[in-house]
């Protein structure tokens, strides 16, 4: 199996880094879940076109993950709440 290559915005490194320890690793566990299977997430359509959505339970409060994928890699972009997520992907 060849090894995929996880890349994060600073949108995403952001978010993550405002997150408590027990979210995070409900964080790291839905990422290495994409990374196994990028079609997990939704495809979005119109101006996010090419951006997937997986949702995911993080204590308790549903957590939205948008990524990026192609055969090798995969571009993280957002993670948080369902609260301004699709505003501030936009950005």
Known sequence: MTEILIQQTNGFLRAYKKLRNNQKLAVDRAIADIAHNPTLGEAKKGDLSGVYIYKFNCINQLFLLAYEYDPISRLLLLV????????????
């Open 80 to 91: 948080g709440t369902h609260e301004n997520f699709y505003r501030d992907l936009k950005r």
